[in-house]
C-alpha cells in the first residue's frame, strides 16, 4: 500500500486525549495536517478546553467522548458515539496506565484495570473499527501506541512491559492481515516522554525531557503522525530508542532484563 493516509478535513479519533501525547497529537493532526479529531478520554473538562483550542486556531471539527477504557460498557459506547453522525477514516489507540514498583506488589484490580485499559481495550476497539474502515473503503488507518518497553524486558515495569509486548506483536501481525484489505495498522513504540504517565509512574524524578532517550510530548506527537500517515508498520522515534530496538535483537534478552533492572530499580 504505497498511498500516504491522508488526514486533512477527516475525523480521527484519539484516545487518552486529555494530557500528553495524546493531547499532542490531537494539536499535531489539526495544525500540521487541518484534520477533524474526536476527543476521547475520561476528563470531560480538558477535552472540552482543548476541541475549543482546535476549534478557534486551526478551523477544524473538534468532537469530545468522556470514557474510561477500563470499562468494558464505555468501550461499547466509545464506539458507537464517535460513529454517530461522522465517518471516521483514522483511529489512534493511545491510552495506556503504567506501574513501577516490584510486580508482586501490584494490586490484582490495579494489574486487571491495566490490562483492561492497555490490552483489553485496543482489540475490542479493533474488532469493532477494522469492519467498519474496511466497509468504507476509504483505505483509512489504525495506530497502536506501544512502548519501546514492549521491545525489551523491563523489570519494575513488568505488567507494563508486559500489555506493551502484546500490543507490538498483535498490530504487527494486524498490519500483515489488513494490508490486502487496503487497511493499515502502524505500530509506534516510543521510549520516555515527559508526561503525566513518567509523573504519576513515580519515574520522574529518574526521567525528563532532555535526558537521553525521553522525549517531549511535542516531539514525539511529531514522530508519530510522520510514521502514521507514511503507514509504516512499526516505528521507534529517536537515534538511542532506535538502538536500543536494534539491540534487542541482538543481546540475549537475559542480559537485557538484568541491565534494565539496575536502572529501574526502586531505591530501598
Not at 477527516?10 to 489539526?30: F, K
Not at 512502548?147 to 494486524?174: E, N
Not at 504519576?200 to 511529531?222: H, T, W, Y
Request: proline letters at 4%; a positive charge.
Amino acid at each position: 500500500m504505497n498511498q500516504m493516509l491522508e488526514l486533512r478535513g477527516r475525523w480521527t479519533l484519539i484516545t487518552g486525549a486529555s494530557s500528553g501525547l495524546g493531547l499532542e497529537l490531537a494539536r499535531h493532526i489539526a495544525k500540521e495536517h487541518g484534520g477533524h479529531v474526536v476527543l476521547v478520554a475520561r476528563r470531560r473538562d480538558r477535552l472540552e478546553t482543548l476541541a475549543e483550542e482546535l476549534r478557534s486556531r486551526y478551523g477544524v471539527q473538534a468532537a469530545c467522548v468522556t470514557a474510561d477504557l477500563s470499562r468494558p460498557e464505555d468501550v461499547e459506547r466509545l464506539f458507537t458515539e464517535a460513529t454517530t453522525g461522522r465517518d471516521i477514516h483514522a483511529v489512534i489507540l493511545n491510552a495506556g496506565v503504567t506501574y513501577w514498583g516490584e510486580a508482586m506488589k501490584l494490586g490484582w484490580s490495579d494489574f486487571q484495570a491495566m490490562l483492561d485499559t492497555n490490552v483489553t481495550s485496543l482489540v475490542r476497539l479493533s474488532t469493532l473499527f477494522v469492519p467498519y474502515l474496511i466497509e468504507r473503503g476509504t483505505h483509512g488507518g489504525l495506530m497502536f501506541v506501544s512502548s519501546v518497553a514492549g521491545l525489551i524486558p523491563v523489570p519494575y515495569q513488568a505488567a507494563y512491559s508486559g500489555t506493551k509486548a502484546f500490543v507490538t506483536s498483535y498490530g504487527q501481525c494486524l498490519a500483515q492481515e489488513l494490508r490486502p484489505k487496503g487497511l493499515s495498522v502502524t505500530v509506534f513504540a516510543p521510549g520516555g516522554i515527559s508526561t503525566e504517565l513518567l509523573v504519576n509512574s513515580g519515574l520522574s524524578n529518574r526521567f525528563k525531557a532532555g535526558d537521553i532517550g525521553v522525549m517531549s510530548p511535542e516531539a514525539c506527537a511529531a514522530h508519530a503522525v510522520r510514521a502514521f500517515v507514511r503507514r509504516k508498520e512499526l516505528y521507534v522515534p529517536g537515534l538511542v530508542n532506535q538502538g536500543l530496538a536494534l539491540v534487542a535483537r541482538v543481546l540475549p534478552r537475559g542480559f537485557l532484563a538484568q541491565r534494565t533492572a539496575a536502572i529501574y530499580r526502586p531505591e530501598s
